[in-house]
């Protein structure tokens, strides 16, 4: 079983759209769980941590669920600048673990 | 806003050659971690090191790989004898844990290309 599973995608919403992300962990003992948004060939940038009492910051909203293993990312009112792959990432202050990406495409 | 730096961008080295890869993580940071991702493939773990040394590595991270931090500055991930397999982006990250928050910063990367 893969440390953290998501789903790849591509997602190829038209702007304005939602979309939600979900991606499971393996590692009971993670402590820290974040997203990361990729862009192409880039360095992968924080976007949000994930906390059990769930975490908005403007149009996204990210939720762990630790008794499911289970994160999730809803972004709202996708914009075109919003097309990159998003990262699900389990960790402990020593190491984080990531995903294989979800893409997102937002279109016109 | 303060930031990772890595240097080079982008190393091209022949197979068999010794490479070092260099980062400057964010000042107040304490600890520094390496990361690759192989072309098409997810980020992967190498090793992170707390306290001027390691606190722990991945099985990637075997005898050919050692990290180094030569001053209160920079933090730098030698690859000996390169094999083509190495070809990858390494990223260097760092983290200030604070309130059992473990955020990690990337720096922009360095292309390896291990001919």
């Known amino acids: 079983r893969k440390e953290v599973e998501q789903d790849p995608g591509p997602f190829n919403v038209p702007e304005g759209a939602t979309v939600a992300f979900n991606c499971t962990y393996s590692n009971s003992a993670s402590q820290s769980f974040f997203w990361y948004r990729q862009d192409c060939r880039k360095e992968p940038k924080l976007l949000m941590s994930?906390?059990?009492s769930g975490n908005e910051d403007g149009r996204f909203t990210a939720q762990l669920n630790r008794a499911s293993q289970y994160i999730s990312l809803l972004i709202r009112d996708s914009k075109l600048s919003d097309s990159a792959t998003y990262l699900c990432?389990?960790?402990?202050?020593?190491?984080?673990?990531f995903g294989t990406g979800t893409r997102l495409q937002v279109t016109l | 806003e303060p930031e990772v730096t890595q240097t080079p961008s982008h190393q091209v080295t022949q197979m068999g050659q010794e490479v070092i890869l260099r980062c400057v993580p964010i000042s107040n940071h304490l600890y520094f971690y390496w990361y690759r991702q192989i072309l098409g493939q997810k980020v992967e773990f190498l090793v992170s090191f707390y306290n001027n040394e390691i606190s722990e590595k991945s099985e990637i991270f075997d005898d050919q790989f050692s990290v180094e931090r030569p001053d209160g500055s920079n933090f730098t991930l030698k690859i000996r004898s390169t094999k083509l397999e190495d070809s990858a982006m390494y990223f260097c990250?760092?983290?200030?844990?604070?309130?059992?928050?473990?955020?990690?910063?990337f720096g922009p990367g360095t292309r390896l290309t291990v001919t």
């Open positions: 990432v389990a960790g402990t202050a020593s190491k984080l673990t």
């Open positions: 990250a760092s983290s200030f844990p604070g309130q059992g928050s473990y955020e990690q910063y």
């Open positions: 994930v906390y059990s």
